[in-house]
């Protein structure tokens, strides 16, 4: 059963940093496909960024392409998302979610953390 769960969200001013985990358990994630989303009070969730398992190849959405960036630690099944300069709208819940193939859409992947909040303040 593969099981996620992040960590690191919090509250922080616009400009700021802010690192969010995810740690994965309940299998090994070979050729699977890590991503990031977010969903916004009254939004849908929205993919943010991904990577593969193996191999560490990324793919970003346009919104967050320069300020975040998405890594993995293959030997602690580590997952993380590291966030610059932050603003207001980056605000809502985020999920890591994990797919069982080299993918970028969101419809594949098929397990989901439990989301963690981040707020940015003007």
């Not at 496909?33 to 969903?39: D, E, L």
């Not at 594949?108 to 953390?113: I, K, L, R, T």
């Amino acid at each position: 059963q593969v099981q996620l769960v992040e960590s690191g969200g919090g509250s922080v001013q616009a400009g700021g940093s802010l690192t969010l985990s995810c740690a994965a358990s309940g299998r090994a994630f070979g050729s699977w496909t890590m991503g990031w989303f977010r969903q916004a009070l009254g939004k849908e969730r929205v993919f943010l960024a991904g990577i593969t398992w193996i191999g560490g190849r990324t793919g970003y959405v346009d919104t967050v392409k320069g300020r975040f960036t998405i890594s993995r630690d293959n030997a602690k099944n580590t997952l993380y998302l590291q966030m610059n300069s932050l603003k207001p709208e980056d605000t809502a819940v985020y999920y890591c979610a994990a797919a069982a193939r080299e993918t970028y859409n969101s419809r594949h992947f098929d397990y989901w953390g439990q989301g963690t909040q981040v707020t940015v303040s003007s």
